[in-house]
């Protein structure tokens, strides 16, 4: 876990707030007027809040911007005795937003943050106001849900790494060292702008993962797809109507190698027929960090526009 004043040399100087409502001490940001309308950002793995560092001051002059860590992740507590799957990061996420109790949300997902925000909207479609994918899939029940996720793992190498090191069992001690290796599994999973890798910018993110005991959430989300203990939750009819009238976004970087557009714009494209998308061409996995300049703007364009 991470310091709670930590800032990594200014570049994340938000206030840091905490909740226990998910019986864990879960960190997350609150940036923004509290009665804006909400725009709730979810990250995905290894990463934490600090992937939304240069979204959340502009978006945050006219909205409230709130940018949990998942259990496991970034200043969140790492309990010991817990479970990792996407249906607890869904519980836990339910929890936060219902305690803080959060309406008119915009979520805005990252990676696995994509099925955590369709979780929670699948549970509370009346609290979603709009969704935007950045690189992040939106399972909300599809019925080629199955074959997309393994049509995607048999292209992936981070997929195809979990798989080998799960059957040579040596997934836990390579992820359980995250603090040494964060560099090399943010490239294997495609991260590309080389250019903005500085002490502070490693520090970040490898600090979460001090000890294998605190690599538990990197681990779980990991193992989690290995053994198939994640449970995508599914909406019901009256949820699944409502959502597919939502405005929605896709901005997803060409270059993911992790996550392939050809297995996870059609998701988007199911259930937000007509929605925009922009495919960014040379940008990869981590959009956020690879082309915000152009990432935010379009978000910010979308908020103001819908």
Known sequence: MIQSDATFGGTFAFAPYFTDAPAFRMHFVDEGPRDGAVVLCLHGEP?????FRHLIPVLSATHRVIVPDHM?????????????????????????VLGLDLTNITLVMHDFGGPVGMGLAARHPDRIRRFVSTNGPTPFGQADLLARVTGNAAVSPWFRWIAQAEAEGNLEAVLGQLSFNILSTLKLNGF???AIITDDWLAAYGAAFASPAECLGAIGWAKGFAIGAHRFEAPDA????AIRRRPALAIWGDADRTLHAAQFLPLFDAVFPGARVHRLAGVGHYCLEDAPEIVNPLISAFLSQT
């Open 47 to 51: 990463t934490w809040g600090y992937l």
């Open 72 to 96: 496991g992740f970034g200043k969140s507590e790492t309990p010991a005795t817990r479970s990792y799957w996407l249906q607890d990061h869904i519980d836990n996420l339910e929890k936060l």
């Open 192 to 194: 590309e702008n080389n």
């Open 238 to 241: 009256a949820a699944a109507r």
